[in-house]
């Protein structure tokens, strides 16, 4: 044997176990969800072939379309809001000061508490009469407040409200250490040429944090896109079908309906989304994220 | 020492020999339910018939209530060979028989000439195509639970059996008063699709899956005016907001009048016995619409075979004993309304400490409606309904819009699933 084939064997059986795993948990159940996305069938009747009328029934489906415009405009608002909102936090903390340590796992602190009990406790504050968030809106004037969760017009908002507390944090810390990895003598240079506090950021911290960017950019696209266990504590995708994201959709469509032919058509179709979206991105990325040398 | 344990070994062994042809005989049954342990009552059953028949030994599947029906129907698609289980309610029921997964059971009903009256009209709701693939186990139905203490305090004659539904919005009127601590609602309407349906299914126009939602009109109107003009009960965003459960708010005393299943009797009982509240409660009949012929809504729990079995007779022994007058005797003891009903569960009823027996007609049932019949579309349609309806009774649509809309999707989902 080939010393060169040889050491090929061991890396590949070094990552064979990995492999495995990946293969039976989610390679083969994902092209199975594909195969099943062109049947009908219930899980216990046997399946049957049906072409490619899951995907016309989408077309025609009401609820896959307000699922998939939900589930943009959720997406379209959490990801800018929460992008904002933890670069603002880490630009705040990143100090080396001993109380903003304190601040820090403040402010990471949603990120570790359990979607589900997070989610029941902001349906509590979001109530429309008794909920500490509108008694404060009252109290400073407000005399209609929105009516959140039971409010057409507000139940996403309220979600994406919640969304982005729960998330910024978590993002607060990458882009953490994004800015930690910007190595101190750029900023001495731009002192000694006269930079404003304002072109710092824009010239030296903007671009270099770039790379951590188009990571939270995509990780936090992706998130958003899945997103489901709000949804499902908070609305139900109420009122209505005000909150119908598509996961939730789907997993209505598998698990109550046992359609899982049409669910897994669905599933497919959200897939190319996602895959479309994370593609375009990485094009894009040669046009503005700056890596240094 | 040693001379006890060869003695002891000796024993073991006896035993062994003695016990072992008793043990081989036995056939073992696989039996699914919900909240088993948590009951009590689907444990005395077992337990009894294990008793009864020595030749057959009961495997239990315990599973909580509420993931019952998921549960099951993934354990059957799985292959699992559970031999009998119940079918929580007719959408359950219809999906085993659409996807052929209980058997007939007419061949064995003739055979063993099995007496069906005692089942009355709750046999109709288990009949499928002229086959009947289950026994009826309970038959729940709807009825008015009010509150004494509350009805006394502010002088209001108690609700009768031949209340309507404009006498209870008036009635609730009479019994919501105070602020804080000391507010007493007339009722409460709980957050169950089904809570806000039931008066329209009383108005005889057909089922949810094929009548017009025009039926639904009265009922709607009245929950909304009850809860957003007279406020003499909670809205419904509230209740889902505060994830209000009727069991709690009526236990606590304060709601004069609760309309939900009879299945409330029995944990009223269990919570007065744990000391939880001390509530005076009697009984009506569902209040109804004003010249038409009363009806409730009820729920029928089917017991079922597999249709996998290789137990069929000792399956089958086990479903007449369930469903039977066995089973209906052990239910009513604990305040359950069974499937089969003689006289017996009625005085059974009335014998339990606690139980209001001042107005046993309210369980007298002339028509039952179910709250979904066993149709294959009654799943998508109830969560259509359901989200139709919370949009009407949360403000954010009108009824008429709500009504409009509910047909114009049913027709896109039958359209969709054809």
Redesign the interface.
């Known amino acids: 044997m080939k010393r060169t084939t040889r050491n090929r064997l061991v890396a590949y059986s070094f990552l064979l176990p990995n492999f495995i795993g990946f293969l039976v948990f989610t390679l083969i159940p994902v092209i199975a969800a594909l195969g099943l996305s062109f049947m009908k069938w219930d899980s216990y009747s046997p399946m049957r072939f049906v072409g490619l009328r899951n995907f016309q029934t989408m077309l025609k489906d009401s609820s896959f379309k307000i699922a998939f415009w939900n589930t943009l405009y959720f997406t379209g608002l959490t990801v800018p809001l929460t992008i904002v909102v933890a670069l603002i936090l880490a630009l705040a903390l990143n100090k080396g000061l001993r109380s903003v340590k304190v601040f820090r796992a403040i402010h990471f602190f949603p990120h570790v508490a359990s979607t589900i009990a997070v989610a029941v406790v902001w349906q509590f504050l979001y109530h429309p009469d008794m909920g500490p968030i509108n008694q404060l809106l009252r109290l400073v004037g407000v005399s209609d407040p929105p009516r959140w969760t039971a409010s057409v017009t507000w139940a996403m908002p309220a979600v994406i409200i919640m969304s982005v507390w729960k998330s910024a944090g978590y993002y607060m810390v990458m882009f953490l250490a994004g800015l930690q990895g910007i190595p101190g003598h750029l900023y001495e240079v731009a002192t000694i040429d006269g930079a404003t506090a304002w072109q710092k950021f824009r010239y030296v911290t903007l671009p270099l944090l770039t790379p951590t960017l188009f990571f939270v950019l995509t990780m936090n696209l992706i998130y958003s896109f899945k997103v489901f266990d709000q949804i499902y504590i908070m609305t139900e995708g109420g009122p209505g079908r005000a909150t119908m994201v598509l996961v939730y959709y789907i997993y209505l469509q598998a698990f109550v309906n046992q359609n899982f032919g049409y669910a897994s058509a669905m599933a497919a179709v959200f897939f190319l989304l996602i895959l479309g979206v994370t593609i375009f991105q990485f094009r894009l990325q040669e046009r503005w994220v700056t890596y240094l040398d | 020492m040693r001379k006890y344990g060869l003695g002891l070994f000796a024993a073991v062994l006896l035993i062994a020999f003695v016990a072992a042809p008793v043990v081989q005989a036995q056939v073992t049954l696989k039996f699914a339910c919900w909240d088993y342990e948590l009951n009590q009552y689907d444990k005395t059953l077992i337990e009894e018939f294990e008793r009864r028949n020595p030749d057959i030994k009961v495997e239990v599947y315990d599973m909580p209530a509420s993931e019952y029906p998921?549960k099951m129907?993934?354990m059957?698609?799985g292959g699992e060979d559970v031999d009998v289980f119940y079918a929580k309610d007719p959408t359950m029921y219809g999906?085993l028989v659409l996807?052929?997964?209980i058997r007939p059971l007419d061949d064995l009903i003739a055979r063993d000439s099995v007496d069906l009256s005692g089942y009355g009209g709750n046999l109709e709701n288990v009949r499928i195509d002229g086959k009947i693939y289950g026994l009826p186990y309970r038959a729940d139905f709807w009825i008015l639970f009010y509150n004494k203490d509350l009805f006394d305090r502010f002088g209001v004659p108690y609700p009768t059996n031949d209340m309507t539904w404009p006498e209870f919005r008036e009635t609730a009127k009479l019994l919501t008063s105070g602020e804080g601590a000391e507010k007493t609602y007339g009722t409460y309407i709980h957050t169950w699709a089904s809570t806000y349906f039931v008066y329209g299914l009383q108005k005889h126009m057909g089922d949810l899956v094929e009548g017009p939602y025009e039926m639904l009109r009265d009922g709607l109107e009245l929950a909304w005016q009850i809860q957003m003009v007279d406020k003499s009960a909670a809205d419904?965003?509230?209740n889902?907001?505060?994830?209000a459960h009727y069991r709690g708010l009526f236990e606590q005393g304060n709601i004069g009048m609760l309309y939900m299943g009879t299945w409330y009797m029995q944990a009223l009982l269990h919570d007065a016995a744990q000391g939880l509240h001390n509530v005076r409660w009697g009984i009506v009949r569902l209040p109804q619409w004003e010249g038409l012929p009363h009806a409730t809504i009820g729920n029928v729990t089917p017991v079922v075979i597999n249709a996998k079995t290789k137990h069929l007779e000792e399956a089958w022994r086990l479903v007449k004993f369930l469903s039977g007058p066995e089973g209906a005797s052990v239910l009513a003891e604990n305040v359950i309304v069974p499937g089969y009903v003689d006289e017996s569960v009625f005085e059974t009823f009335a014998g339990v400490e606690g139980f209001p027996t001042d107005n046993m007609e309210a369980l007298l049932t002339e028509t039952v409606y179910m709250e979904w019949p066993a149709h294959p579309l009654s799943?998508?349609l109830g969560?259509m309904v359901e989200?139709?309806i919370?949009?009407a009774m949360?403000g954010?649509?009108s009824i008429d819009d709500a009504i409009a809309d509910m047909e114009a999707?049913r027709e896109?989902i039958i359209?969709?699933n054809q």
Not at chain 2, 240 to 243: E, L, S
């Open positions: 998921d129907l993934i059957l698609a999906g996807r052929q997964q419904y965003a509230t889902k907001a505060m994830g799943g998508l969560q989200e139709e919370v949009l949360t954010n649509k999707r896109e359209l969709l």
